[in-house]
Nanobody
């Protein structure tokens, strides 16, 4: 069973940066598409970014393009989200997820981390 643990969340001022990390337990980490999602209380979970098996292809939601960068290091079973120029509307719980298919749909990811809080002050 794939286990995912996020870290790197915290409080940052608008315009600042954070880097989220997701550590995966599977020895076959490279078999999984990885993604980042976020959720604000009362709202639907929102797709943020995805990265394919090798890291050669990425996709970012329109609202974070140019500010966020997803990456992975398969040798270390790690996936990252570099978040720059953070804005108050980026405040949310951020989740990493693993799936077998290339997707930006919540339903198509099989494993989820516990979430890490990102708070951006104005």
């Amino acid at each position: 069973q794939e286990q995912l643990v996020e870290s790197g969340g915290g409080l940052v001022q608008a315009g600042g940066s954070l880097r989220l990390s997701c550590a995966a337990s599977a020895r076959t980490f490279s078999m999984y598409v990885m993604g980042w999602f976020r959720q604000v209380p009362g709202l639907e979970r929102q797709f943020v970014a995805a990265i394919d098996w090798s890291g050669g292809t990425t996709y970012h939601g329109d609202f974070v393009k140019g500010r966020f960068t997803i990456s992975r290091d398969n040798a270390k079973n790690l996936m990252y989200q570099q978040m720059n120029t953070l804005q108050p509307e980026d405040t949310a719980v951020y989740y990493c997820a693993a799936g077998r298919r290339w997707s930006h749909n919540t339903n198509e990811y099989d494993y989820w981390g516990q979430g890490t809080q990102v708070t951006v002050s104005s």
